[in-house]
Every structure is written in structure tokens, then in C-alpha cells.
């Protein structure tokens, strides 16, 4: 038997970066992981795009776009006199490509729906699961991963309030969706990082470049991550599992995939993640390794044609974008609205009014660009003190570091409601 050659030094064509390297085969091996092979089945932006018809990009983009903006942010630090080590440096980028490896299909919308562990939780489970798989070479990127490595300047590479994350997921996100309002100068902000004190800092140059960085993520969070539309679809999805839940749960048969299946039948613990307890023959973290978005969106297609009206009707609505009526208020409604509401989807549309709730969705909406109460971003002054990026800048941030809370109410187009 002939053994070849396999070259892992890859490059890789990047619509938002160009050409990306892949310097490190353990990143290349991981990559080729089946856990990683998932994430081009789960969408970055779930269900936007019913909203932006481009935003059809994958998790697995925006895991290789972030560990390119790390590789780049360790050569800045590193010229800078900031000692990186080469295995510190492959830590940490393989730290921020595992990072969403434990996302639920369309990214955050289903995480408390199918599984209710947080999506945070099952990556650092699937990459203890990869650790053990990899004879233990990735110990030192979960330390960075769970903040528990001296290095506290490497953590907040991956996870901070100016981190890998938020670079990438702010350009990639407006180039797919066109919302140029999310551009922001990532080259100027890289090349701007410092370390003061092991912490993650910014050069007082660039304090322009981050006051467009937090101007930048509040507009995306408004115009696309909590666009009214997106946000009316993704609660149409969410009661459209629970409705298949509590079908499958009377005994109902259903049309799922397989892996689906699973789910249905089962709800998983921490502890069972934990366990990784086998079921059929297969893992749990396997199993949650298969659940993709096609797995839903197929299921969904089935569901349109089912016997229950509840199921089959919320189906036909999101399969054929025909999604409820939002409303955004400063208040929640009022208890004698919903009730007068629910009245007239129980005489119109259900004819139960044990199941008019699926069809009336409340909720509230949160945005908020800059947390100064939490991890703040430390601007470094010429003369070697530090300052938060609240009180450095020279224009009002009141707008950013204020928290916005919106309420919302969704229902069928159909009803004629003031």
C-alpha cells in the first residue's frame, strides 16, 4: 500500500478576506472533523434570510474568517513585543474555530427549543469530545477557551467585547446581507491592538476605528439580528416545534429525519451531554453532531400537508414566508388585549382556545452595543495610561452603553386588529 503525501497547508478563496491560510495542520485536521463539516449545514444568520435573500452563508465561514483575524491579530501583537508562543499562537486559533461548534440548527434560534443546554455549554463539551479524540492537543485551547490560562489578553482574542468574533461576524454579515451600515475598519483595528497589563487594549489611534465598531454592531443588531421580520419568523418556527413536540409526545405520527427523531423523542440534560450517553447505538454529542438545519427545514416542508390544523397551518406560513404581523412597542401589551386577541383567533382560525396561543407570540427584544458594567475596551494613551472607551472618547456613547428594550407582538396578517 502506497502512503501519500497529503498537503495541509491549505488556502482558502474567502469572499469577505481574500485568500485565507490554513497554517497549522491540527486546524486543517480539525476542519475536516465531521463537528466542523457540520457547521456548513447550519446557516450564521438562521432565518434572515427570508428578510435578506443573500444571507445564506454558514457557520463554518464565519469559524475560518475569525481564526484568519486572529493569525493576523497574533503577527500585530507580536511585532509589537507581545510574546506569543507558536503553540500559545495554534491554541488560541483553534480556540476561536471551535468557538460556535456547538450551535443548534439556524444558529441561535432553536437553542432553547430542541436542546435547552446553552450553545456555549455543548462547544466546550464537543471540544473536551475533540480533545479526547485528538490525543489531548487541544488542552491548551480550552484553557484559553474557559479563561483559565495566564495569558488573560489570549481569552479576550476569543471572547470580549472587542474580539475575533464580533470582527468577523460584523463584515461578513453585512457583505451577505448588503447593509453597508455593519462595515467597519477591521485592518486599522487589528493592526491597532496592544497588551497593557494582560489585558487586550487599543492604541489611542485608533480610538475612531472602535467608536465606528460600536456605532456599526448597534445598527447591525437593530437592521439585521433583530430586524422585526426575522424576529416574527423565528418565533413561527420555534411554536412550530413545540406544536411537533406536543403531537409526538400524544403519540402522533409525524414525518422527521431521522436525527430529528431523536430529539423528539428525547430531552436532553447537561448531564447527558455530559455523559455523552449513548442512545441508539450512538453518542448524544454524535447525535447533535447529524442536527442541522436541513433536518429541520425538511421537516417543516413535510409538515405543511399534516393532519393537525395548528402544525400543518404555522408550516404552510414560514415554508411559504407568509410570516404573522409584528409590532414593536415600549410596553408589553396589556392582559385585556391578548385576551380580546386570542378571542378572535379562536373564532377565525382555531375554533380552540387551547390553541389560539400558538398563533399570538409575545416577547421582548434587547440591544446593546457596549456593556461598560462587564469586560470594557481599554484604550492605551500615549503616556502609558489607560482609560475605559466610555471616557476616552470625545463624543457621547449614552447611546451605546444604554440598554434598549423593545416589546413585541406577533399574529396572523389576516385578523383585523387595532
Not at 507580536?78 to 443548534?104: F, N, P
Not at 409590532?327 to 390553541?355: A, F, G, H
Not at 495610561?385 to 416589546?407: C, E, F, H, P, Q
Amino acid at each position: 500500500m502506497t502512503d501519500y503525501f497529503i498537503n495541509k497547508k491549505k488556502i482558502i478563496n474567502d469572499p469577505v478576506f481574500g485568500f485565507i491560510n490554513l497554517q497549522s495542520e491540527l486546524v486543517f485536521d480539525l476542519i475536516e472533523h465531521p463537528y466542523m463539516q457540520r457547521l456548513r449545514r447550519i446557516k450564521q444568520l438562521g432565518l434572515s434570510f427570508l428578510v435578506y435573500p443573500g444571507a445564506n452563508h454558514s457557520r463554518f465561514e464565519h469559524a475560518l474568517g475569525a481564526s484568519h483575524l486572529m493569525r493576523q491579530a497574533i503577527s500585530v501583537l507580536r511585532l509589537k513585543g507581545h510574546e506569543i508562543s507558536d503553540e500559545e499562537a495554534d491554541a488560541v486559533t483553534v480556540a476561536i474555530l471551535l468557538h460556535d461548534i456547538g450551535h443548534a440548527p439556524f444558529s441561535h434560534v432553536l437553542e432553547n427549543t430542541l436542546v435547552e443546554i446553552p450553545h456555549e455549554t455543548i462547544s466546550l463539551l464537543m471540544m473536551n469530545e475533540l480533545n479526547r479524540q485528538f490525543n489531548g492537543k487541544l488542552e491548551l485551547a480550552i484553557e484559553i477557551f474557559k479563561n483559565h490560562y495566564k495569558k488573560q489578553f489570549l481569552h479576550q482574542l476569543v471572547a470580549s467585547q472587542l474580539d475575533m468574533d464580533r470582527l468577523d461576524y460584523l463584515s461578513r454579515d453585512s457583505f451577505f446581507t448588503g447593509v453597508a451600515e455593519g462595515i467597519v475598519g477591521i485592518d486599522r483595528i487589528i493592526k491597532m491592538l496592544t497588551v497593557w497589563n494582560d489585558q487586550l487594549a487599543v492604541d489611542y489611534k485608533g480610538i475612531y476605528s472602535i467608536e465606528k465598531f460600536l456605532i456599526a454592531r448597534r445598527l447591525m443588531y437593530w437592521q439585521v439580528y433583530l430586524h422585526k421580520t426575522v424576529v416574527s419568523a423565528e418565533f413561527l418556527l420555534i411554536n412550530i416545534l413545540k406544536r411537533a413536540r406536543e403531537l409526538w409526545s400524544q403519540g402522533e405520527t409525524l414525518f422527521t429525519t431521522p436525527t430529528l427523531k431523536i430529539f423528539l423523542d428525547n430531552r436532553f440534560s447537561h448531564d447527558d451531554f455530559s455523559q455523552n450517553m449513548l442512545v441508539k447505538e450512538k453518542n448524544v454529542l454524535d447525535w447533535y453532531a447529524l442536527l442541522d438545519d436541513n433536518d429541520i427545514l425538511s421537516s417543516v416542508k413535510e409538515w405543511q400537508s399534516h393532519p393537525d390544523h395548528v402544525l400543518s397551518k404555522l408550516s404552510q406560513n414560514l415554508i411559504n414566508r407568509k410570516l404573522f404581523r409584528i409590532k414593536l412597542t415600549e410596553r408589553p401589551v396589556s392582559k385585556k388585549w391578548m385576551e380580546k386577541t386570542l378571542n378572535q383567533i379562536t373564532n377565525q382560525i382555531t375554533n380552540d382556545k387551547n390553541l389560539s396561543p400558538y398563533f399570538l407570540m409575545t416577547g421582548e427584544i434587547i440591544n446593546s452595543a457596549y456593556n461598560r458594567h462587564t469586560e470594557n475596551i481599554k484604550i492605551l494613551f500615549k503616556n502609558g495610561k489607560v482609560k475605559d472607551m466610555g471616557k476616552a472618547s470625545d463624543i457621547n456613547l449614552s447611546v451605546l452603553t444604554k440598554t434598549v428594550k423593545k416589546y413585541f407582538t406577533c399574529y396572523p396578517k389576516e385578523l383585523d386588529i387595532n
